[in-house]
């Protein structure tokens, strides 16, 4: 039995190993690596992370807001543009108002659209294809995941449960991933998984679970070039537990539970009575929000940036289960380097066969 197993198992490493050119490897959607930044709101991933994310050969994306407001958001992608001549992307989330700024990132051809909350449809991936832009929708369900693949997107990034932000799903990514990986097989689709993934031990579980890339969310927000506030950023340091709430922004986004660090303002609020939300708490700061300047109400569901003044500790901190592997704040390009030369020296030194 043991034999049988093991035999198996090196199997299943030669394979491994002799396609790794062809996974993870050779990079995903035009782009040298499969190594993406998640979209961070508000305005944490910044035109600088972005750029700095491109400039290291991976895929980088901005996020409009949730209003709409085509001018900024072509002012975004055209800053973004000053600071790299490579492409990226930019993520829409399809809850709040979005058709003018979906208008203006198809105007200005930016490479990758990536779509959450909310149905993506066969007519905008074709409106998109024709501007030629790839679509990538984020989704949390297998039937999510069968839905999106219908309608002829480019990629699907599966986000599971541990994931830091808004969590749409239930199911963790260990279980949900291989199930959309067999569901695409034979498309020419690509499968990027997302939620805890923080090295390269996650990247190479996440290609060993069929993934071809992998989003990572809390390692970009813990970068020199991330837009949050630098106490939010030594709090992702500080800290090694998270919580899957649905404390925060109760008003503006109903029914979006989020996973955020366990803070002492969080672990003596987190029984709020589901009555309660934001919009009728004190204001405890204030911060501006694409381009926007506006009161920061105890319980609101916006994480401090840059901009932030106010009591800062009291407010979300969105994180995902993996924080307690982050030890240090590193520029973007680092983090990317770690993690493809920490892959490749993993598979060739733990899991290529012996010769
Ligand atoms: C601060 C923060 C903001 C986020 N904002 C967005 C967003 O605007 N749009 C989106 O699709 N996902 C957003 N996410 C979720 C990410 O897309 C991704 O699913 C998640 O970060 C992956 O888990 P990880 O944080 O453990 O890497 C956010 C995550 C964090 C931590």
Redesign the pocket.
């Known amino acids: 039995m043991v034999v049988v197993w093991s035999i198996k198992m090196s199997n299943f490493w030669c394979l491994f190993w002799a396609r790794k050119k062809t996974m993870g490897w050779k990079g995903i959607l035009g782009f040298e690596y499969g190594i993406v930044q ?4 508000p305005d ?1 991933s910044s035109p600088h992370l972005v750029a700095a994310v491109a400039n290291s050969g991976a895929l980088g994306f901005l ?1 409009v807001p949730d209003w709409e407001d085509p001018d900024y958001v072509r002012e975004l992608i055209r800053k973004t543009r000053t600071l790299t001549n490579k492409p990226f992307g930019i ?1 829409v ?1 399809l809850a709040f108002p979005h058709k003018e700024n979906v208008k203006a990132i198809l105007d200005e051809k930016v490479a990758v659209l ?1 779509l ?1 909350w909310g149905e993506c449809s066969k007519e905008l991936v074709l409106e998109a294809h024709k501007a030629g832009v790839k679509v990538v929708p ?1 989704i949390g369900s297998y039937e999510e995941a069968k839905r999106a693949a219908d309608a002829g997107v480019d990629a699907i ?1 599966v ?1 599971g449960r ?5 969590v749409i799903g239930q199911d963790g990514l260990i279980t949900l991933l291989p199930r959309v990986v067999d569901l695409v097989r034979g498309r020419d689709l690509v499968v990027i998984a ?5 090295d390269e031990r996650g990247y190479v579980a996440a290609l060993a679970l069929g993934a071809q890339g992998v ?5 970009f ?1 813990a970068t020199e070039e991330s837009y949050a506030h630098p106490t939010y950023k030594r709090k992702l340091i500080e800290f090694d537990q998270t919580e899957y709430t649905d404390i925060f922004g109760r008003a503006r986004w109903p029914g979006a539970p989020h996973r955020v660090l366990a803070t002492p303002f969080f672990m003596e609020w987190k029984e709020l009575p589901n009555h309660e939300n934001e919009s009728n708490q004190p204001v405890i700061g204030r911060t501006i929000i694409h381009g926007r300047e506006r009161e920061v109400r105890r319980f609101a569901g916006t ?1 401090p940036n840059a901009t932030t003044t106010g009591d800062i500790e009291s407010m979300a901190m ?5 924080i307690g592997l982050i030890k240090e704040i590193l520029p973007a390009g680092e983090v990317i380097n770690r993690i493809v030369e920490g892959a490749q020296r993993l598979i060739d030194q733990q899991f290529a066969p012996a010769h």
């Open positions: 998640a979209p961070l709101g944490i996020r993520g989330i990536q959450y984020q990034i986000q541990e994931a830091g932000g808004h997302a939620g805890g993934i923080v989003s990572l969310g809390t390692r927000l994480v969105y994180a995902g289960q993996s």
